[in-house]
């Protein structure tokens, strides 16, 4: 039997748990830039349950879509029958549009333009277990060349960069989260000021003066001055321009879909990248192109 | 792991102390861990919840033992820092505290009835905020709204779910009969 501890001895053993952690706490504020063990053992532990219960997710996902949902099925069959008539005249006019896309897509030149630039595509196994801070984790890690300070990226835009490199996992921090940010420029105005996270789904751009112009609809880029994303990847939109003291209070919204990313593209360099330029006519000619399918954009 | 039984003594010894199916108490830490780190990625919405807070607050209330809450309280908390970018130590402090709290009410109330537990549990929720909301301005310098709009709804929504989570890990308890 156990002997049972008596209310005091509790309370002494309250203060001692609570004092040794916030020693703890104090210690890593100084140290912040190490690495942690136990963080590394923790991570390496609950890894594979992450990915276990990632593959299980999907599987149980995949179950209820192709067995469990098929209520109304065979009228929707029917419906979507008749659309795929219409879709199919449809998809040759959208291929010749997709193949010219693809010519612009920043992302696109990026790669084809930076093919010795090492990429690793990557799953998101699971997020962070606090409230607070937006995370995730990667089922890659430092076996696959994964490093700290790592741009993350989706076709779509720029995600986030490794904060922690694990042996088969990585953490990222998340554009969105308060310590969050990457080093912008306005696309069309090319007003360089950095884009940070807040906690909430949108952005901010920061430093930017009230005498700027600044319009909603403007696209945000990378500037490439932070030494870890390259220039010119999509970082977002700018939804809501206010004016504010000192500087404009500049929301923008993500260009990828952090709140749902399921595959990621990790960066496998820690050096800055420079992309190789186009030539001036091919690029004044996809600008034009470009701003001709723009669609229009809301002003506030 | 802490998985054993305590008997209260004195005045409380009317209270009930539930033990644990062996490795319950560290299967079920360890579940409400990466639930909390997948959910997020599948709904976002989720991350209002801290399914490692409810389950400190549950083995608490059911074992009644100021020490094995406490300590239980600080493994949970340390490992949800873990997997999380905050500081080592934030989320063990404020989870030791409500491991402590929780099986010190536990030991004095009867927590079994649902409203209690969503009581219990709303206000827990606001201490535990409280205490990291604290620590992050007083240690780490990091500016924090003691309260907000979300945080009220997280603290409803966390409540009603602890009831229910509290009826399953019920269900983890071994028949009081079965006490040597």
Known sequence: MVAIPSRHKSLVLLAGVVIVQMLFLAVQIKRDSQGRLIRSWTVGAISPFERTGAWGFGRIRGIWIHYFALQNTSRENENLRRENDALKLQLDQLRSKAAEADRLAPLINFRQLNRNVPMLGARVIGASADTASHTIFLDRGEREGVRRNMAVITPDGVVGKIIEAFPNSAQVLLLTDKEGGVGALLADSRIQKPVGGTGEPLLVMKYVPNDETVNAGDRVITSGMDRIFPKDLPVGTVTEVKPGNPFKLIRVRPAANLERLEEVIVLLTLHPLELRKEPESRVSDAAEKTASEQPPTAKP | ?180
């Open chain 2, 1 to 180: 792991m802490i998985n054993g039984t305590f008997d209260l003594r004195g005045a409380e010894t009317h209270i009930e102390v539930h033990k644990f199916r062996a490795g319950a108490v560290a299967a079920a830490a360890i579940f409400a861990l990466v639930i909390q780190a997948l959910l997020p990625v599948y709904f976002p919405k989720a991350d209002i919840l801290d399914l490692p807070l409810l389950v400190t607050i549950y083995f608490g209330l059911s074992r009644r033992n100021p020490s094995t809450g406490l300590l239980l309280g600080t493994i949970i908390g340390l490992l949800q820092d873990s997997l999380s970018k905050s500081p080592l130590g934030l989320y063990g402090i404020a989870k030791t505290i409500i491991g402590y709290v929780a099986s010190s009410i536990g030991a004095r109330l009867d927590t079994e009835h649902p409203i209690a537990r969503f009581a219990l549990t709303a206000v827990f929720f606001g201490l535990h905020q409280g205490v990291i909301v604290l620590i992050k301005r007083l240690l780490l310098a990091q500016p924090e709204a003691w309260f907000t709009t979300r945080l009220g709804i997280a603290a409803g929504l966390n409540a009603l779910v602890a009831v229910f989570l509290f009826l399953l890990l019920d269900r983890l308890r071994k028949p009081s009969g079965s006490f040597p």
